[in-house]
């Protein structure tokens, strides 16, 4: 059975930090790319960060600079590190582990107030 449990989602003024955790289980975590999506009402999901199984990882443009994927395989855990928040980055952040398929964790929402 495959889990993948997030955490570190909450409220937060615009411009400060959070992190995320996602703690994956019954997978071989080092096979797997992981990544992070969010999504809001009548939104598509949209791709945040994404890191491969070798190290090499890729941002939404959004993001980019703001935001830092990084992966701990002793942990099976996948992080992702927000700072200068803005309102718009309000969502449901998922974690997802990629390899034959992909599994899906049920989201943490983060909030930023303006």
């Known amino acids: 059975q495959v889990q993948l449990v997030e955490s570190g989602g909450g409220l937060v003024q615009s411009g400060g930090s959070l992190k995320l955790s996602c703690v994956a289980s019954?997978?071989?975590?080092?096979?797997?790319?992981m990544a992070w999506y969010r999504q809001t009402p009548g939104n598509q999901r949209e791709l945040v960060a994404r890191i491969l199984i070798g190290g090499m990882t890729n941002y939404a443009d959004s993001v980019k600079g703001r935001f830092t994927i990084s992966r701990d395989n002793a942990r099976n855990t996948v992080y992702l590190q927000i700072n200068s928040l803005k309102p718009e980055d309000t969502a449901v952040y998922y974690c997802?582990?990629?390899?034959?398929?992909?599994?899906w964790g049920q989201g943490t929402q983060v909030t930023v107030s303006s």
């Open positions: 019954g997978i071989t975590f080092s096979r797997y790319a």
């Open positions: 997802v582990a990629q390899w034959f398929r992909d599994y």
